[in-house]
C-alpha cells in the first residue's frame, strides 16, 4: 500500500491551495452575506480544467484522476464550499453521468462545453434534477413525467433544491416516463434551460452554501427531443443512482475540505489567543479538541481517497463513496461546531469564517443523499 501522492497530485493540490487563497477567500464573506453567485471564481476554475478535471481531452476535460479531484475539493472547500458545490455537480454529477453515459453524439453537442465550463467564452455549466417537491430520499417517487410522444417526450413538473439552478446552461433532468413500471419506468434526460416552458424560480433563501444558487426549476410542455434521452429506455433511475454514487465522493472531499479548514483556522487561533496566562493552545481542553479534530479529519480523509482509489481502479465503489459521505460529512458539522467553540466568542461573529463553516457544513449531511440514505446504501451493501 503506497500513501505518497505523485508529483502531478501535489501539483494540483497546490495549484487549488493557491487558488483558493488568491481567488476565493477575497470576498467570501460578502458572497456569503449577498448570496452572490461566485461567477468569476467559476470562469477561473474553467480556466484552470477543474470544471470537467476526470472527463478526457478528447470531450474537452483535464483527463485527471479522481484521486486530484478529491484534492482540489478539499483545497477549494477549505475557503468557499459556495464554489466547490457548483464545481462538485458539474463535475460529478454532469459530466461524468455524460461522460459515462451519453451517446457519442450528446458528448460532443454537450460535454465538450460542460467539461470546460465555457462555450463562446461565457460561463456554460450544467445541474442535476433529481429531486422534487414530494421525491427527496425516496427517489423513485418521481412526479415529473415525461410522455412518449413519437419523435419527442413532453416533459412536465416540477425540480427542487437544484444547484446551480439559474447558472446552468443544461440540465440533466430525470422523469417518470411509466409509473407502472416503478424504478424501470424512469428515463434521464439532457434539456435545455432556453427551451420554451423551462421556467427558473426563485431562489432559495439557505442557511449555508448561500452563494451557490439553488432553485425550482418548472417544466410546462417542454419537447424533449428522443435524441436527449440517456441510454436505454427505462435507464434513467440507475442512471442517476450510478451517477450520484460518485457525485458522493465530491460531496465527502467538500466535507472534507470544510472540517480541514475550521481546524486549520482552530489551530492558528489557539497559537495566538491567550487565556490564563498562556496560548489557549496550552490548556488540555483545546489540546484535546484539536486532537479529536485531526483524527477525525485524517479518518474522513482516508476514507475519500480510498472512494476515489476504488473509482480510478474502476471497482465498485458504492460502498466506500456512501462511507466516506455519511463520515465526512458528519466529520465536517462536528469539527466546525468545535471550531466555533475554540474561537469562543469570535467564532460567533462572521470575520473568524467558522460560524460560515459551520452553516456550510451541515447540507453535507443532506445533498447528494442525506446521512440516512447513506446508512441504507452501506447496511444493504454489507448484508447482502
Ligand atoms: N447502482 C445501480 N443500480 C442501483 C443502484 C446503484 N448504486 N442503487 C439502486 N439501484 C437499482 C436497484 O438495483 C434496483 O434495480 P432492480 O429493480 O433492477 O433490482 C433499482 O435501482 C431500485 O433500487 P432500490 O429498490 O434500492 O430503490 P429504493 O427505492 O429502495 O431507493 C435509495 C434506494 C438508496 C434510498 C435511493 O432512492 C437513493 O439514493 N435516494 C437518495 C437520492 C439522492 O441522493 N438525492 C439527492 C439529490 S441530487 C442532489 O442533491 C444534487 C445537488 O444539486 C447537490
Redesign the pocket.
Known sequence: MDFQFNEEHLMIQKAARDFAQNECLPGVIERDEKQQFPKEQILKLADLGFMGMMVSPDYGGAGMDTISYVLAMEEISKVDASVS?CM??NNS?VCWGLEAYGNEEQKQQYLTHLARGKKDGELHIG??L??EPEA?????SQRTTAEDKGDYYLLNGTKN????GSSASVYLVIAQTDVAK???GINAFIVEKSWPGVTVAGKENKMGIRGSD?HSILFNDVKVPKSNRIGEDGFG??F???T??G?RIG?ASQALGIASGAYELSVKYAKERKAFGKEIMQHQAIQFKLADMATRIEAARLLCLKAAYEKDQHVDY?LSGSMAKVFASEAAMWVATEAVQVHGGYGFVKEYHVERMMRDAKITQI????SE?QR??IS?SILK
Not at 427527496?136 to 423513485?140: E, K, L, P
Open positions: 458545490v462538485s455537480v454529477l445541474a442535476f433529481l429531486s427527496g430520499s425516496d427517489a423513485t433544491w437544484i444547484t446551480n416503478g424504478s424501470h439553488t433511475f440507475k442517476a443512482m450510478k450520484l454514487a457525485g460531496i458504492t445533498y447528494e443523499g442525506t440514505v441504507i446504501v444493504r
